[in-house]
Every structure is written in structure tokens, then in C-alpha cells.
């Protein structure tokens, strides 16, 4: 069975969401059996790569709300995180284009590094002081190198602006024509969909829901043939 997750890294119900849907699927008694595949969605696409913000400052812009509702709303997050085990910084976090971090996991992805270099990032932009907008190309390379990929593949990727954003781009129309507009959202075998930070217990209600109606293998038959099987193989006679 195959789930595709599409998030973005700058989504904070991204980095929930993704801890819960790991406790079902750890849980899961199928789960050497399934592929979990990221795919790519901004949640401010088109953003200038030097356009930098404090998350408090692009909330009250963004939402209208007030610096108080804004703070308000990272705090709950910051339980929300906490009671799954995540860290999550309440207070001085800062918010840019995530564009470059979708084009690294596709660099991952083709060298099965991709949910690692995803879980390094969501630490580093939700837990560490550091910031993985404001210190340059540097600092995805230091984050890349950690999730084990090599330094130099990854300032290629970085110095060449055209380097898998076709990718970014086709994850990001398949979202919409799935008619996903928010993150983050989970298709599992193409057949259902689960959108948001959903509880484990959906998670799970969900995976068990879609590995029951997989579809049995149809045989065709097209007489005896020669095979092998538990007790051996079967060896012609003439």
C-alpha cells in the first residue's frame, strides 16, 4: 500500500500531523508493507527567497488577527506539539520560501533519504534556534549533509534554480486536482483521503480501512506451467 503526504515545511500542523500518523502506522501491523511517498506543497508559493518575516508578524498580516491572537495560537501549538513528543519553539521563529527545502527532498527522494531529510527539517524550523530561512544556502546544506546526503550534490541542487522544480511544481498541481487546498493531506492508495493533523486513531482507522479493500490479485490462467515452489522444483521428465 502506498500513502502520499503532501505538506509543507513551514506548516506547523505538518510537523503534528506527521508524528501522528507515524504512531498509527508504527502501530500498524502491516506496515513493512507500506511505501510512504512526501510530496511537495507551498503554502506560500511564489515567495521571494529573501522575503523573511517573524512567524508573529506574517500571522497578523496574513489572518488579520492581533499579535496577541497570533502568539495565542503558537502557544496551543506549542502543546499540541509537546504531547506528541515534538519539540516546538513558542517564541522567535521565523517564516520564508520553503521552495528550495521541496527541491532538496527530491534530491532525497531519489537516494531514499527523503523522510529523514524531511524530519531534520521540520526540527530545525520548529525546535532550534537556528534559522533555515535567514543563514543562507549554508544552512540547508549543513541540515542535507545530517539527513546523509552528500554536501556537494546538494549546492549543485541549491546553485541551480531549475534543479527539480518541475517536481515541486507537478506535486503541487496534483494536490490541487485531488482537491487538496490546505496540508497536511494524505492519499492513501489513491482510493481514500485524510485531511489535516487527524488523531492517531483516525490514522489508523484509515490505514486499516484501505489495506482491507485493496482489490485481491486476479490470476490468469493460462494452463499448467512449470514453477517452483516449497518443495522444490519440477523437473521435465523428457
Known amino acids: 500500500m502506498r500513502v502520499e503526504i503532501w505538506s509543507d515545511i513551514a506548516c506547523p500542523w505538518c510537523y503534528v500531523g506527521k508524528a ?15 511505501e510512504v511517498v512526501h510530496r511537495s506543497f507551498e503554502l506560500d508559493p511564489g515567495r521571494a527567497k529573501q522575503d523573511i518575516q517573524p512567524v508573529i ?19 496551543n501549538l506549542g502543546a499540541q506539539a509537546a504531547a506528541e513528543g515534538l519539540e516546538y519553539r513558542t517564541h522567535g521563529r521565523d517564516h520564508g520560501s520553503t521552495f528550495d527545502m ?6 532525497a ?27 543562507g544556502d549554508e544552512r540547508l546544506v549543513e541540515l542535507a549533509v545530517t539527513a546523509g546526503l552528500d554536501a556537494d550534490d546538494v549546492r549543485r541542487v541549491l546553485a541551480d534554480p531549475t534543479a ?27 482510493k481514500y483521503g485524510v485531511s489535516g ?15 482491507g479493500e485493496r482489490p485481491p490479485l486476479q490470476l490468469i490462467d493460462q494452463g499448467d506451467a512449470d514453477a517452483c515452489g516449497p518443495d522444490g522444483c519440477a523437473v ?3
Open 20 to 34: 501522528r500518523f507515524e504512531k498509527a502506522l508504527e502501530a500498524f501491523p502491516h506496515r513493512e508493507q507500506v
Open 102 to 107: 521541496h527541491r532538496l527532498l527530491h534530491l
Open 109 to 135: 527522494k531519489e537516494q531514499g533519504r527523503q523522510d529523514e531529510l524531511l524530519a531534520r527539517l521540520y526540527k530545525a524550523n520548529f525546535a532550534e534556534e537556528r534559522s533555515v530561512y535567514s543563514e
Open 197 to 211: 493533523a487527524q488523531p492517531a486513531e483516525v490514522f489508523a482507522q484509515a490505514l486499516t480501512q484501505a489495506w
Open 57 to 75: 508578524t506574517m500571522l497578523t498580516k496574513k489572518y488579520g488577527m492581533s499579535e496577541a491572537q497570533a502568539q495565542a495560537g503558537e502557544e
Open 236 to 238: 521435465p521428465q523428457h
Open 164 to 190: 527539480y522544480a518541475d517536481e515541486v511544481r507537478a506535486d503541487e498541481r496534483e494536490a490541487a486536482e485531488l482537491g487538496a487546498n490546505g496540508v497536511p493531506f494524505f492519499v492513501l492508495d489513491r
